[in-house]
């Protein structure tokens, strides 16, 4: 059973920075892409950024330029640095691992990933 857990979610004032972990347990292909996703009250879950085996790497407008994903095949972890942080990136934070081998086309399609941690609030306050 694939298992990801996220950590490192809190309030945070406009303008700093925090560093979600996701934890992968279980069989887990680590050739797939792993994502992060993110839902704010009232709307759908959006994407984020993506990175694949070989940490080429995608980010949705927003925050590009201000966050930063990366992960660790050997430890089976992925991390999202977020600085700069805005009122708007206020969001439950979701990691996700690839369902299949898909291109980076399918990265930002929440339907691509088949694995779901339970979510970090992060809380960005003025």
């Known amino acids: 059973q694939v298992q990801l857990v996220e950590t490192g979610g809190g309030l945070v004032q406009a303008g700093g920075s925090l560093r979600l972990s996701c934890a992968a347990s279980?069989?887990?292909?680590?050739?797939?892409?792993m994502g992060w996703f993110r839902q704010a009250p009232g709307k759908e879950r959006e994407f984020v950024a993506a990175?694949?085996?070989?940490?080429?790497?995608t980010y949705t407008d927003s925050v590009k330029g201000r966050f930063t994903i990366s992960r660790d095949n050997a430890k089976n972890t992925m991390h999202l640095q977020m600085n700069s942080l805005k009122v708007e990136d206020t969001a439950v934070y979701y990691c996700?691992?690839?369902?299949?081998?898909?291109?980076?086309?399918?990265?930002?399609?929440?339907?691509?990933?088949?694995?779901w941690g339970q979510g970090t609030q992060v809380t960005v306050s003025s």
């Open positions: 996700a691992a690839a369902r299949g081998p898909y291109g980076s086309s399918r990265w930002s399609d929440v339907n691509a990933y088949g694995f």
């Open positions: 279980g069989w887990i292909l680590s050739s797939y892409a």
């Open positions: 990175i694949s085996w070989t940490t080429i790497t």
